[in-house]
């Protein structure tokens, strides 16, 4: 009856009646029942059979692995919601069956049709005429159009029937399907929202159909729709023991950190990092640990925590040393530099992006060396050697032009903005930098705007353009408190007082 889809007026008065604080409680349980009537009948009637125990706490011991026990009527096997979930389980034809259990191995939730699909092995029109027919029996939810999943109680049970009926080959499998079509899709996507991030890894084959996106906008909507899926595909992967799932973990958290670095997911970035770091320890590929590192080093620089990045970004040179991968060296110097930088170790840096720039043309990355000639900028600019810096910003500018890359363009535009800030050059280096903070919001890049803003904020202000400066402080506050990125919120802080007054 619809009523039996909530908690009746009746039995919540009576639950409240025993313990009147938790009255408001009386929703949880309903939660975690999904709403299901035997269920909901069931936790009411324990509830009320069980007068000491609080309505928080019963709710808990449902939410368990093992809470189908609090869902049961004491001596009457029959009156279960495990009995419940098997008359509807048992109705099903076989391939509908294993496509349920397989659902059951999801964390996220829930998954898009195709990944179902390349999951099962199946073609995507005949698994969604299975999920349709286990939406009929309640067995999934369809969360749009094209979504899919289950609720807890029901992707527990489904996960328990997959362990006692499907092979551990058969699970296996299954997950390094999904890998592969999510590592496949994200590989695309990337691509298309910052071209040269993955210059050096080959184009993943389509081993499955996956999603065609027409440009970078549809890229970069599909990656963070899908972001909690993948880094939780990934998460779960890197528990397993067999050698190809720990490798699909670590490709596809390699292809997904710099989406996540660069629109300013630094929690996800550190989930996923951990993840591919566990992952790669497990599998002794020391070059995917590096990566790794390399990874939980760079958020944690973003974010301010310069002990622990320099901890990862040493542990990432030392392999990267021993294992004489060139690239993967040179993208360890490029991102402890900016470090070693902040601690005053000039010479340091020099030397390091010297040997960076080496590596960088031996390998023929043209793109690498300009980034490069962007950072030699930063060094003789701070050094005093303006011509010289100028000469490394306008060269690197160039050449970021050349190869289409508007990130790049958007950091050699800034070191440009510092070199005219400081010879009194205010028009020129607003010009500049709202050039390259219009780059940035145009692809999205949120942790590069979060930095920019106070430096655009500034030039406003030494104009006498007060309310632009406030403006673009009270977003760029904004960004880094939503970002995490601490050090430069302290940045944005001290920039707003000097504002005000």
């Not at 898009?112 to 299975?130: D, F, Q």
């Not at 499907?166 to 999510?182: G, H, N, P, S």
């Not at 800030?421 to 028009?427: F, H, I, K, N």
Request: aromatic share 6%.
């Amino acid at each position: 009856a619809p009523r039996d889809l909530h908690w009746s007026a009746r039995r919540q008065r009576q639950v409240g009646k025993r313990d009147s604080h938790e009255a408001g409680g009386a929703a949880e349980p309903a939660r975690v029942c999904a709403c299901l009537p035997l269920a909901l009948r069931i936790a009411a009637a324990r509830l009320l059979a069980l007068p000491h125990t609080r309505i928080s706490d019963y709710a808990k011991a449902i939410a368990q692995e093992d809470g189908f026990a609090s869902l049961e009527v004491d001596g009457d096997e029959s009156a279960s919601i495990w009995a419940a979930f098997d008359l509807s389980y048992l109705a099903l034809d076989p391939s509908a069956r294993r496509a349920f259990r397989l659902l059951g191995m999801i964390a996220s939730g829930n998954l898009p049709v195709p990944a179902i699909a390349a999951m099962n092995g199946a073609a995507p029109a005949l698994i969604k005429r299975t999920l349709d027919r286990l939406a009929d029996a309640h067995l999934v939810e369809q969360l749009s159009g094209t979504r899919f999943g289950q609720h807890d109680l029901l992707r527990r049970y489904a996960s328990l029937k997959s362990s006692a009926e499907d092979t551990a080959a058969d699970r296996q499998a299954a997950v390094q399907r999904l890998l592969r079509w999510y590592l496949g899709a994200a590989d695309r996507a990337i691509r298309l929202f910052s071209p040269f991030v993955l210059r050096q890894l080959p184009p993943v084959g389509r081993e499955a159909p996956h999603p065609e996106f027409t440009g970078g906008d549809e890229a970069l909507e599909w990656l963070e729709n899908e972001r909690p899926h993948l880094v939780a595909a990934v998460v779960r992967a890197a528990g397993q023991e067999d050698a190809e799932t720990l490798r699909l973990a670590t490709q596809l958290a390699r292809r997904l950190h710099p989406y996540l670095f660069r629109r300013g997911h630094l929690a996800s970035a550190i989930q996923l990092s951990n993840a591919a770091l566990k992952a790669a320890v497990r599998a002794s590929d020391a070059v995917a640990e590096a990566w790794a590192c390399v990874s939980l080093g760079s958020v944690s620089g973003l974010q301010g925590r310069d002990s622990q990045a320099l901890t990862w970004l040493h542990r990432a040179i030392d392999i990267a040393r021993v294992t004489k991968d060139s690239y993967l060296l040179a993208t360890c110097l490029s991102n402890t530099v900016d470090i070693w930088w902040r601690h005053g170790e000039a010479d340091r840096c020099e030397a390091a992006l010297q040997e960076e720039m080496t590596l960088r043309v031996g390998l023929g990355d043209r793109y690498g060396a300009a980034f490069c000639q962007l950072n030699l900028g930063e060094v003789h600019r701070e050094r005093g050697l303006s011509q010289q810096s100028r000469v490394s910003y306008t060269e690197g500018l160039r050449a970021m032009r050349a190869v289409g890359d508007r990130y790049g363009e958007a950091l050699a535009l800034h070191g440009l903005w510092c070199l005219d800030l400081r010879v009194g050059q205010l028009a020129r280096a607003a010009c500049s930098l709202g050039d390259a903070a219009a780059i940035l919001r145009d692809i999205a890049n949120r942790s590069a705007l979060g930095y920019m803003l106070a430096d655009l904020a500034q030039a406003y202000r030494r104009q006498g353009q007060s309310g632009q400066a406030m403006s673009c402080l009270n977003e760029g506050l904004r960004l880094c408190r939503d970002l995490g990125m601490r050090r430069r919120e302290a940045e944005y802080l001290r920039e707003l007082s000097v504002t005000l007054a």
